[in-house]
């Protein structure tokens, strides 16, 4: 199993080759709002290799004997922020992206939900016009599954389960705070970026203009 270190390396290499291929495919000015979501996600995992890299070099155990399981605490604390942050990003830029490409259908099926706008509802709706597959609705599904308990809950489960997304494994018990590896969180912002890298560029084959 690959490092916190060496598994932000991935993330960040990864979100910096979506960022080229964006800029020269996608976007169509300065700044573009496609491209600044990756920008803004590839920034926030470069300050959380930063700030992974002071824990390892200065851990200060509060009691004798437990500062694995604290220095454990701070990493799960600060990727989990990468994690929240990466999906924020991505469902602003999705809510941009309804109104550049002229989405009206894929969002009048959204609000068909809810009053508001959500990520959940724009692929929902987004898989019934088929820009979404049958796989990537369910990893969208357990994304946001994490997301909602990372926020809402503060990382404690609300159901008995074992959350399973491609080779990350998580046990989840009530009440209790969800156990999985130290780079649970990079992986789920990894998945993340990647369903919302592939759904643009559905969009943008559909409604390019």
């Known amino acids: ?3 916190v270190t060496d598994e932000l390396n991935i993330f960040i290499d990864g979100v910096g080759s979506m960022i ?25 995992g470069i300050l959380t290799r930063e700030m992974i890299t002071l824990l390892e ?21 600060v990727t989990r922020g990468l ?6 990003s991505i469902e602003k830029a999705a809510k941009d992206c309804l109104k550049a490409y002229w ?15 959500y990520l959940r509802y724009i692929i929902y709706a987004s898989a019934e016009k ?3 597959s049958e796989i ?20 404690e489960s ?29 992986k789920l912002s990894e998945k993340a970026v990647e369903l919302f890298y592939e759904w643009l560029k559905a969009v943008n084959e559909v409604y390019k203009r």
């Open 158 to 186: 609300d159901r008995s389960m074992v959350f399973e997304l491609d080779d990350l494994r998580i046990s989840m018990r009530p009440d209790r705070m969800m156990k999985g590896p130290p780079t649970t969180f990079i």
């Open 103 to 117: 989405m009206n259908d894929i969002k009048e099926k959204a609000l068909e939900k809810s009053s508001y706008l």
């Open 83 to 88: 994690f929240s942050d990466t999906v924020s």
């Open 1 to 3: 199993m690959n490092s």
């Open 130 to 132: 088929g820009l979404v």
């Open 57 to 77: 070099k200065s851990v200060r155990p509060f009691q004798e004997g437990d500062a694995e399981a604290q220095e454990m605490e701070r990493v799960m604390i």
């Open 20 to 44: 080229e291929d964006v800029e020269n495919h996608f976007a169509n000015r300065q700044n573009d709002f496609r491209a600044m979501c990756f920008y803004n996600i590839y920034n926030r």
């Open 136 to 155: 990537q609705l369910k990893e969208w599904d357990s994304i946001l599954l994490m997301r909602n308990l990372v926020i809402h809950n503060n990382s």
